[in-house]
């Protein structure tokens, strides 16, 4: 299948967990413009609907992984955006907001659970936890710096960071995490998976590690 995308460079795609829905970040090329992003049926190839979004780079992109839940998620450094293109009780996108108790921070990656809870890795070296509400009600410690990937799946929370290290975090019920390992690696992840408990990264170095 090729779908033709009459935008500009294509930086993101993701793909909803049921198949349906196709959604696709680009930076428009003519002078002065942002990004967008566009929601696709992926099995008819059409769009259902454009927003331009940001100026500033959209640095990732993940769908809810919860049963029947049409939400994804944006981040960039300055914010992260909540989509609902499915619910029209809600509005097209939301603000994620920062409680006061919660250090101001810039974003880096994000991924849902299959629980629905949302996860942020920051520069801060925490990862944020976000609800329903698209507000921020936790923040994870990692003795790691920047987090620059990241995947929650199976009841781990797996954290890719800028000093090369992959911290491996359980899930215990919400408000209960647990740091299991970390591990050094050849190389800055880029991006993670995880496969019945086979972790997969990708790294800056050129190499793929499992």
Same mark, same amino acid.
């Given at each position: 299948? %090729?779908?033709?995308?009459?935008?500009?460079?294509?930086?993101?795609?993701?793909?909803?967990?049921?198949?349906?829905?196709?959604?696709?970040?680009?930076?428009?090329?003519?002078?002065?413009?942002?990004?967008?992003?566009?929601?696709?049926?992926?099995?008819?190839?059409?769009?259902?609907?454009?927003?331009?979004?940001?100026?500033?780079?959209?640095?990732?992109?993940?769908?809810?992984?919860?049963?029947?839940?049409?939400?994804?998620?944006?981040?960039?450094?300055? %914010?992260?955006?909540?989509?609902?293109?499915?619910?029209?009780?809600?509005?097209?996108?939301?603000?994620?907001?920062?409680?006061?108790?919660?250090?101001?921070? %810039?974003?880096?990656?994000?991924?849902?659970?299959?629980?629905?809870?949302?996860?942020?890795?920051?520069?801060?070296?925490?990862?944020?936890?976000?609800?329903d509400k698209c507000e921020v009600v936790k923040a994870i410690m990692v003795p790691n710096?920047?987090?620059?990937?990241?995947?929650?799946?199976?009841?781990?929370?797996?954290?890719?960071?800028?000093?090369?290290?992959?911290?491996?975090?359980?899930?215990?019920?919400?408000?209960?995490?647990?740091?299991?390992?970390?591990?050094?690696?050849?190389?800055?992840?880029?991006?993670?998976?995880?496969?019945?408990?086979?972790?997969?990264?990708?790294?800056?170095?050129?190499?793929?590690? %499992?």
């Open positions: 299948m %090729e779908i033709e995308l009459k935008t500009g460079l294509v930086s993101k795609v993701a793909l909803s967990p049921c198949g349906r829905y196709l959604s696709v970040v680009d930076k428009k090329t003519e002078k002065g413009s942002g990004h967008r992003v566009t929601i696709y049926n992926f099995s008819t190839q059409k769009p259902l609907m454009s927003y331009s979004s940001s100026f500033d780079q959209i640095k990732d992109l993940a769908w809810s992984r919860r049963l029947d839940d049409l939400r994804f998620a944006t981040a960039t450094v300055k %914010e992260v955006k909540f989509w609902h293109p499915a619910d029209f009780t809600k509005e097209l996108v939301q603000q994620g907001k920062l409680m006061k108790d919660f250090e101001r921070t %810039e974003f880096h990656c994000f991924a849902f659970d299959e629980e629905g809870w949302g996860f942020s890795g920051c520069e801060n070296g925490q990862i944020y936890v976000w609800s710096k920047r987090i620059v990937a990241i995947k929650a799946q199976e009841g781990m929370l797996i954290a890719g960071s800028i000093d090369k290290k992959i911290a491996v975090i359980s899930v215990q019920g919400f408000g209960s995490f647990k740091l299991e390992r970390v591990i050094s690696v050849d190389g800055v992840p880029s991006s993670i998976d995880l496969y019945k408990g086979c972790l997969l990264l990708g790294t800056d170095a050129g190499t793929l590690l %499992e």
